[in-house]
């Protein structure tokens, strides 16, 4: 699988995420004018437009909010992995404050994925380079 566009399109603003994701750990920007959590990264708050952003870690379980079934890759470096699921995760702080993340769910029969599933995250290395995926809990 080709990473070459995912390595090509690191910033100052989401490297922190990267290299976070190869210390198996799951980070996002917290304001700290307003205390909204936002993934992806940004320059400003997406609610109050503050530039006070601190990056926290986010609790590695979730619940599956949605999923879709890929049946018809948009890419040729997915071919050989269709059918694969792709997820909305929603993981809470423990706070009440809710992020939802984009991920493969991996590992689990697609006739097992069904929303409202636990989910941990899981750091599987493409072509050495960490990413997140998550899978059954």
Known sequence: MNLTNIRTNRSQYNKVFWNALSEERIVVQ????CRTK???PRIICNRCQSDDLK???LPLVGELYSFTIVHRSPSQEYFPNVPYVLGVVKIDDGSGVCVQLFANI???????????????ATFPILEDMTTLAFTKY
């Open 30 to 33: 917290t304001c700290q004018t």
């Open 38 to 40: 936002q993934f992806y």
């Open 55 to 57: 990056w926290e870690d």
């Open 106 to 120: 991996v590992d689990v029969s697609i006739e097992e994925v069904q929303t409202g599933m636990k989910v941990k």
